[in-house]
Structure formats: C-alpha cells, structure tokens
C-alpha cells in the first residue's frame, strides 16, 4: 500500500482533483447552510464556494420568503460572496457545492462567473439545469464547468422531503 505525504495531498487538491470524501464535506457545510434556510421557512437550499486551495470563501442559503425576493437562491448568494472575497466576477479555480441541482438563474449565474466545478446533491425534476429539466451547461456558451451530481444525494433530498411534508401538513390544517 503506498502512503501519500500531506503535500502530495496538498498539491493534488490545489491541481483540482478533491476526491469523494472531500467533496462530501463540503456538501455537509451546505445541507448545514440548507438547514438554516429550513429554520426561515425557506426552501432548505443551501451552497458554499471554494477556492483553489479548498477555502469556502461563499455561502449561501435560499432567501426568498424570509427577503421576500425571487433571487435569493443559495448560488447567487454564494457567488455574490465569493466575488466579494476574491474581488472580482471571475470565479476561476473555484468549486460551487449546492443540495439541489441548479436551476436556469443560478446556471446561468455559474456561467457567468466562469466557476470551473459544479458539485450538486439531489436532482430538481422541475426546473434541473444540470441535466433533470435540460444541461445548460452543455450549450455553446463557451464555457463548460466539470459537473457532479448526486454528492449526499440523500440527506439532501431527505431535507427537502421533510420540507415539503410540512408545507402540506399545514395545508391540511
């Protein structure tokens, strides 16, 4: 068995190869962004973005009742603070994690930021960019980030589900 050295480790991960642990752990940093939207009443969506040396430099979590605004999705409000923190638009070398898939506002909003990586956890059957509804990222935009899905797939939907079971819990009432 061949032991690696922890800058061997290092230097991979700054080369952009996170492994599936790693890729985990940042997905667990979002469902923890996810959970704070649920205690808002919002739905449980939530996003961080790395750096190139695997610093979460944005987080976000889905806004739109507690702010009562359309926009406030977990990725524009991660992406609005990871361009604060690098002090630019171009997100180059960056990593986005999110519970659920994209949908066209966020894509188009990773697209724009250039964000080379886009991990997902559970599928949007409605309104997917990823794949589900469409791939937007397979357009000729002229730019194609790497895509994930499927990391923590369960706790993330798992988290959606309980979401949604309590909407029509209170409708019943």
Not at 67 to 82: D, L, P, S, T
Request: a neutral charge; one cysteine or more.
């Amino acid at each position: 068995m061949q032991t690696l050295s922890f800058s061997y480790i290092i230097s991979v991960f700054r080369m952009g190869e996170v492994t599936t642990v790693e890729r985990e752990d940042y997905m667990a940093m979002a469902l923890a962004e996810a959970e704070k939207a649920l205690l808002t009443g919002d739905v449980p969506v939530g996003c961080v973005v790395t750096d190139r040396a695997g610093h979460v430099i944005g987080r976000g979590r889905n806004r739109r009742e507690e702010r009562k605004n359309a926009v406030r999705h977990a990725e524009i409000e991660a992406i609005e603070e990871a361009c604060a923190a690098v002090g630019s638009w171009r997100l180059d070398g960056c990593a986005l994690y999110v519970t659920l898939e994209p949908c066209p506002m966020c894509a188009g909003a990773i697209l724009n930021a250039r964000i080379p990586t886009v991990v997902y956890g559970a599928k949007e059957p409605v309104s997917g960019s990823c794949g589900s509804v469409i791939n937007l990222f397979e357009e000729r935009y002229g730019f194609r980030p790497a895509i994930y899905g499927g990391v923590l797939a369960g706790q993330c939907a798992q988290l959606l589900q309980r979401f949604f079971a309590g909407l029509r819990k209170k409708e019943q009432l």
